[in-house]
């Protein structure tokens, strides 16, 4: 966060409320340690290339941790890389590979992928596979406490009957529990609360794609809830001030992580929870056997670019529900060349400090003002966005009005749109995705002049043509009083 920001950081750390789901309301933020947040957010199963709706609850992710360090946080974020789990070995048995084989390069995609949007990197992306030894001696205490026990078949399961809290996230009755009935796969009914696996007994299929250790049980692998609490609690701690995810994690996924985390710590697991709605394609949930299921790579070979995809998925609030059409695509690319023309017009504005005194630093303050206070109520980023917005087309008004402006004064909106933006995101992804080399720059310059003369000699047709294969390119030329100029508009 910028020095010349006039926003108190003190007054903005105390202000902060998010709705936690496991109480039901908008609460007051009080990290464990002043100044300090440790923050979990569950990330990809790599067994496959991350869709849109990842993305959505990514770019969430994402939100959170650059408004905390805007709120001078130091920020502790990790977010898990899910290597092995049901479905990532049957996808690596279906390739006929060894699991690492096959998620390498899902991982490294996702990764570069997160890059391509402007998220921020994780300090810590850790892999299950890599935390086994650990996995294991948590089942140890989890089995000693007598929260865990043996089966028959080779593995180790959470008994729920002896954690008196269990269902409490997801609002479950368990009075009516089946009492040792189990389930051994990763996934199944939202209303289902059985015993589930920490522990699972080696199959074949796992030997085979590498997916099995040692353990005092045999042979076998870590349950997918037991990974999330093992690499959580190792990295920051038993006690977790924020765990992020999907809207369809919180049962069984997350109220199987607090049962074996604080059955095996003994301390509360995590204090505040916060679940991202899923996301629409076109009005419909997406899914494979809808063929609506839409990866960023796909939207950008139909030549999307990453800003206006960042847009769209944070327009709408994380608990409100967002529908993805290619309309509103094309309506957020419009929403970030607005960002773009406005910033250049502030760089271009002439500066006369002689000028008489404008509106511009009271118009900077209220929209600093009013995106803190979007984005202190449980980060409502849609409201963020207005106030950013509400900045363009108040200051443009004023712009209007004078021509010319005190340098001080632009250099407040210019700040105030930046420091924003850097919560956001969306012109720095789009300088970023927006970069044009030196050889396309001299086709263009080549094209420009070839329409110049052609305007020239009268031949307008021509000309005519020129701007729409510049335009085809992602190039906008526009004709102004001051002559000719071009940018890349996606």
């Not at 905390?68 to 920020?75: A, G, I, N, S």
Request: with cysteine.
């Amino acid at each position: 966060m910028t020095d010349d920001h006039p926003v108190t950081l003190g007054a903005g750390r105390m202000s902060l409320k998010v709705y936690n789901t496991a109480t039901r309301s908008v609460d007051k933020f009080e990290p464990l340690e002043q100044g300090r947040v440790r923050v979990y957010a569950c990330g990809p199963t790599i067994y496959d290339h991350a869709h849109i709706g990842n993305f959505r609850s990514f770019l969430f992710f994402d939100l959170v941790h650059r408004y905390l360090e805007w709120c001078d946080y130091e920020v502790c974020f990790v977010m898990n890389l899910t290597d092995v789990d049901d479905k990532v070995i049957e996808a690596a048995s279906r390739e006929r590979v060894s699991l690492e084989e096959h998620t390498r390069p899902f991982g490294e995609v996702f990764l570069a992928d997160s890059t391509v949007l402007g998220i921020r990197p994780a300090d810590v992306y850790p892999r299950a596979t890599k935390y086994i030894d650990r996995m294991v001696d948590f089942v140890k205490r989890l089995v000693a406490s007598e929260n865990a026990y043996s089966a028959d078949d080779g593995a180790v399961y959470f008994a729920i009957d002896s954690f008196s809290a269990y269902g409490k996230l997801k609002g479950i009755d368990t009075s009516t529990l089946k009492v040792g009935a189990r389930v051994d796969h990763d996934e199944y009914d939202k209303e289902d609360a059985r015993d589930f696996a920490l522990w699972k007994a080696a199959t074949e299929e796992d030997e085979t794609v590498g997916a099995a250790w040692d353990s005092p049980w045999g042979r076998g692998r870590p349950g997918w809830h037991l990974e999330c609490s093992v690499m959580s609690v190792t990295e920051l701690g038993d006690t977790l001030d924020m765990h992020l995810g999907g809207e369809d994690l919180i049962f069984p996924h997350h109220e199987n992580e607090i049962a074996q985390s604080e059955a095996a710590t003994g301390r509360p697991f995590v204090r505040n929870w916060l679940h991202v709605k899923h996301l629409f394609v076109e009005g419909q949930k997406m899914s494979k056997s809808l063929g609506n299921f839409v990866t960023l790579r796909e939207l950008l070979d139909e030549g999307y670019d990453p800003a206006s995809i960042r847009h769209l998925l944070i327009s709408s609030h994380y608990r409100g529900e967002l529908n993805f059409t290619r309309k509103g695509l094309q309506a957020s690319g419009s929403a970030v060349q607005r960002l773009l023309d406005f910033e250049h017009r502030l760089e271009e504005v002439p500066i006369n400090d002689l000028a008489k005194e404008s509106q511009l630093p009271d118009l900077a303050r209220s929209a600093l003002d009013s995106f803190k206070m979007a984005m202190d109520n449980d980060f409502n980023s849609a409201d963020a966005l207005a106030a950013i917005f509400i900045l363009v087309s108040e200051v443009n008004a004023e712009l209007d009005l004078h021509p010319a402006v005190i340098g001080a004064d632009r250099d407040q909106v210019l700040n105030a749109l930046r420091s924003m933006d850097g919560v956001l995101g969306l012109l720095e992804v789009a300088h970023t995705s927006r970069v044009v080399d030196d050889e396309v720059t001299a086709w263009v310059e080549r094209k420009l002049e070839e329409r110049a003369k052609a305007r020239a000699n009268g031949e307008y047709a021509a000309a005519d043509v020129i701007r729409k294969e510049l335009e085809e390119r992602g190039i906008l030329v526009e004709d102004g009083p001051t002559g000719t100029r071009w940018k890349v508009v996606g």
